[in-house]
């Protein structure tokens, strides 16, 4: 039975398994339903999220960061490294892989550390921690130069992928939200473009002169973009990401609550325009999440007190696919590359029978109070989307069922 939306092209985004074996198994698990009316998708690969375990289990858990990936239709994440113990040594990297082993639902690589403790001043034992899926002190640019540089060589010697939070510490002058014109109307302190752009520029050099494949973690202003572009002509090794709520949001929309407050900023409506633009030409190969829950009290302190990191996971597709499917800015197929098909090749993960089934046609009205996640601060609250998913299996199991 053919679902009325699929083309030839999206078929073939099944990397680790056939179209047709995928629809047989939804079939048989919702034997009522016509998959006529119904999308078929391969699993979605989010190579940025804080699942805070160990450390932070009061914020998430990698079994309930896994639950909420799968409701979200990802059949793979990829862990940020700041956890307490940081994974900048076997000894600590296991302690995460035993919790992912144990509790996960879904596929979980978690990264490494680039620096011991991500203090930026010593590289971490990067020969002892190839199990990781790449290098990352993703909440902290590194600063020095030198230990950047370091980083690359070592990295381009194991093979491995460098990906860089990108924020120059003296530039930040205690700001918390974008330097705009909201900053300016409220009274609040800004964080200056620079303090993004001009680390990416550093490193996109050292990645030219050492030849590491680099990733940039959720670029936010129109020079990020700009500088990638034009780096990506120069032939350097180099893909990034941004996250929904770069795409559709902008300083124009904050309010005074902490669900808006995230690291990068939101930024100006010119950022967010440039930032589309790199989706549709290819600039940004991929969209992320960031997904960085935390306690309802600490989000609950105003813009200025609350801790930075909103959740996303759960809202991802359908953020994407309302705004920029439905409204044909791009097609579904080039959303299936920037969610799947491009992470899953990039950081070299393997996919096997991954899929979710979606209700394209069904609107739904955001309710944190739903979320699987134990963080709760959307900037999508009460937001109207469409796309529920109503399925999502991975390595052939059903991990999650609406």
């Not at 306690?295 to 959740?311: M, P, T």
């Amino acid at each position: 039975m053919e679902t009325r939306i699929y083309s030839p092209k999206i078929k073939s985004f099944f990397l680790g398994c056939s179209f047709a074996d995928c629809l047989s198994m939804a079939q048989s698990l919702f034997p009522t339903l016509d998959f006529s009316k119904y999308a078929v998708l391969p699993g979605f690969c989010d190579v940025h999220v804080h699942f805070r375990e160990p450390g932070f289990s009061y914020k998430e858990t990698i079994k309930s960061g896994s639950m909420a990936a799968a409701a979200g239709g990802y059949t793979a994440v990829c862990t940020m490294p700041n956890l307490s113990p940081v994974p900048d040594s076997r000894e600590h990297l296991n302690k995460q892989l035993d919790i992912i082993e144990r509790d996960s639902v879904i596929n979980v690589y978690p990264y490494a550390s680039i620096t011991v403790s991500q203090a930026g001043k010593e590289l971490s034992k990067m020969d002892d921690l190839l199990d990781a899926i790449a290098f990352s002190d993703d909440g902290r640019g590194v600063q020095q130069e030198e230990m950047m540089r370091a980083a690359m060589l070592k990295a381009k010697a194991l093979g491995k992928m460098i990906v860089a939070h990108c924020e120059v510490n003296s530039l930040l002058n205690g700001g918390y939200i974008h330097a705009g014109e909201y900053a300016k109307a409220h009274g609040h302190k800004g964080i200056c473009s620079e303090s993004e752009y001009l680390q990416i520029e550093r490193d996109l050099r050292l990645a030219k002169e050492t030849g590491c494949a680099y990733h940039v973690c959720h670029i936010s202003t129109k020079e990020s973009v700009d500088l990638i572009r034009r780096a990506k002509a120069a032939g350097v090794d180099v893909t990034c990401e941004t996250a929904p709520h770069y795409l559709v949001l902008d300083d124009s929309d904050l309010k005074e609550e902490g669900r808006f407050k995230m690291n990068p900023p939101l930024r100006s409506k010119e950022d967010r325009l440039a930032l589309i633009e790199g989706v549709c030409d290819g600039t940004i190969d991929m969209i992320a999440t960031d997904h960085a829950p935390h306690s309802q009290e600490e989000k609950s302190r105003g813009l200025e007190k609350s801790a930075f990191g909103i959740v996303g996971i759960e809202t991802a597709f359908s953020v994407m696919y309302t705004h920029f499917v439905k409204k044909g800015i791009i097609s579904l197929d080039k959303l299936i590359e920037l969610l799947s098909v491009n992470p899953l090749k990039r950081f070299k993960i393997k996919s096997a029978m991954d899929f979710s089934v979606w209700d394209l046609e069904k609107e739904y009205s955001v309710n944190p109070d739903d979320f699987l996640s134990q963080g709760r601060a959307t900037p999508f609250e009460n937001h109207k989307l469409f796309g529920v998913n109503l399925l999502t299996v991975c390595d052939g199991k059903v991990v999650y069922k609406r």
